[in-house]
């Protein structure tokens, strides 16, 4: 049977006298190495229900129960204890609940039913739901459960207690009281309930763990670098009897600490289990050996890891592309002319490509690109951003305020955030509007005149309403779309909303809304550079853009080939022929909010190396000069992690400077400082991480002005260093000729320097092009310049700030 394998995997499959640990490292064949363990272990003559396989999905154990069958012939793998740790764990409780104090039809409860009841508990102790959030309250209690502290161990931890403190909620610890009281008496668990019970029931009573620790002869374990304090412990109770465990994954791919996954039970596996053998998959099966090596090198920096030296036998391939843009515009777009590059020369499909991103808000700028160059994409795991909740509420804001007759726009946004205006108050008010043949907004703008019968605190809270919209309304004319945008925003109550919760989905969500900021921004800023577009630019141009951009989503078919859009997290377990990796930027990726803790700091290193295993044939990684960032253009350094990759397997398209691709990045990036990111001084890189601790403090809630936390809109700035020691001089070495060699026709001077025709000119947003045609004097003066990457765009040279290179 086992013939198929290699030697290392063969090996692993083979040893079953003992526990044992399989370092797998990616593309090694780890599932493979699984179900032929397991269809061996059938073949030694051990009965399928004395194998317990746990797994964190239930795809991955149908998959290996479908390998399983396929191997061992028949249908024994029907009958092996197999899922994930939360159903099987909940069958064993469904037998034993009496033990702990539950019958044997207890509920489940998902996040919605848990969440519900937190909040009915903060209302009945009369605690603001606007600092006890429920997402937050429930994430606590979670983590908690998780490390397997109970509610009492809960309020009697003094750091816990301080943390709470700190945070303005020092009664978390009666919330998760009552709430486990409440689920007891309600005969319920949730999903954390289903691994802590299982722990207490077997350590607090014997005679059922050694029922089913002698049951369980044999024990694997899937992705043991993903389990949490609680599963490690569950884990080790039921191996007792017999000792023989299989620990299968790889250190080197741990990314979810977030989620209490704790990279200590793999590093110390062989210390929590005696005698354990290790076994080490290095053979790549995926990727080419560049990339392989590419990783490699990046994941040596790391100091805690279990040592593995993983290679590959395929092609030798190409050198990883590093893609250094003047900004986000142009890093989407150079991407976009890369796939359309490659697709060209090897004849691939769109479905080939994946775009990988540290956070879900970057997908905006590639979603924009993509949709402009006609490519069809898709984002994995999540919706696209103009679909994402809180993007499509300031949306409707915003059309309200363009449109005040717009019916669901203002249904949307009446009571959101919440203003006491409920159900019964919206079916009066759309009961007057039919009534009286007039639109919603009229009643409310004229309720007694409209028939409308609502009680006096009512009609102040409506009326409240009205006066916020109309004095938006007011200024529609006369304010650019990013300052009433902005406005809209924070006086509506949006922001305060989503910053009074500090969860990693939380701040995902805040990540958006700055995105979307900097989309309005950049909508605002880049307009009025155009020649065409001498007005001021407002939140109905903004409208008219983004109700183009999901209409086309809206018309996509789903049976066509797409480019993939996701995070890297949810890359992990995929693997994709090209990968683009984006946004490798200091404050970006590693996140700032990593850079208090080697331990995260880590973590952010292997989430990259996760990222550049995905790919098969060819990884290409991309950082951007500047990028508008809390209302403002920020201007950062390529990521410190650019700097661990093997220089000798790098090449460096540097499109900041004009000297194109180079086989080293030391003429992009400067001396190298062993502490400091790529040509960064060990000066400005000790401001930015203070500067990034600020930002670390400020997320987690330290800070707020008028109510509105200081890390939203422009009240947010983090320094991002110097900037041309990170990127050279633009004007440096500039080897890049134009094509237009013509005596200049035309010519003026501007501070930016004297700007002719034929000139190699630099754009901040749109990067290097040569200006082909002068027209105008004084305040019409326009300039069409072809940008290397971004097409033919005329400008106004008031606004344009063009810069002469040659």
Known sequence: MTHELNDSQRAAVEYCDGPSLVIAGAGSGKTRVLTYKVAYLLEKGIMPWNILALTFTNKAANEMRQRINAIAGDNRAQYIRMGTFHSVFSRILRVEAERIGYSQNFTIYDDADQKSLIKAIIKELGLNDKVYKPSTVASRINMAKNNIITPDDYANDRAIMTRDFETHMPDVAKVYKAYSERCRMANAMDFDDLLTNTYLLLQENPDVLEKYATAFEYILVDEYQDTNAVQQKIVALLASRHNRICAVGDDAQSIYAFRGANIDNMLGFET????????????????????????????????????????????????????????????????????????????????????????????????????????????????SFYQRKEIKDVIAYFRLVANPDDEEALKRVINYPARGIGNTTMQKITAAAATAGTSLWSVINAPQHSGLNLGAATLKKTEAFRQLIASFIERIQTDDAYSLGYDIIKESGIAAELYADKEPESIARQENLEEFLNSLQDFVESRKDDAEQQRNILITDFLQEVSLLTDLESSEDDTQKKVNLMTIHSAKGLEFPHVFIVGLEENIFPSPMALNSQRELEEERRLLYVAITRAEKSCTLSCARNRYRYGKMEFDTPSRFIRDIDRSLLLVNDMTNGTGFTSSPASSYGAKSPSAPYGESRSAFFGRRQAANTYSKRENGSSTTNGVPNSFGKYKRISSGNVTSAYGSPYANTSQTTQNTAPALSQVTTPGGELREGALVEHSRFGLGTIERIEGTGENCKATVRFNNLGTKQLLVKFARLKVVK
Do not use: W
Not at 295 to 311: P, Y
Not at 341 to 353: A, H, S
């Open 272 to 383: 929590a289990f005696k005698g354990t053998k290790v076994f080490k998959l290095e053979q790549n099966y995926r990727s080419t050996k560049r990339i392989v090596a590419a990783a490699n090198s990046l994941i040596r920096h790391n100091m805690r890891q279990i040592k593995k030296d993983v290679f590959s036998e395929n092609d030798e391939g190409e050198k990883l592309l590093l893609n250094m843009a003047y900004s986000d515009k142009e890093e989407a777009s150079i991407v976009c002319s890369e796939i359309k590059r490659t697709m060209k020369k090897q004849g691939c499909d769109y479905n080939e490509f994946a775009i990988l991103y540290r956070t879900n808000a970057q997908s905006r700028s590639f979603e924009e690109a993509l949709r402009k160059s006609s490519m069809p994409y898709k984002i994995y795991g999540g919706l």
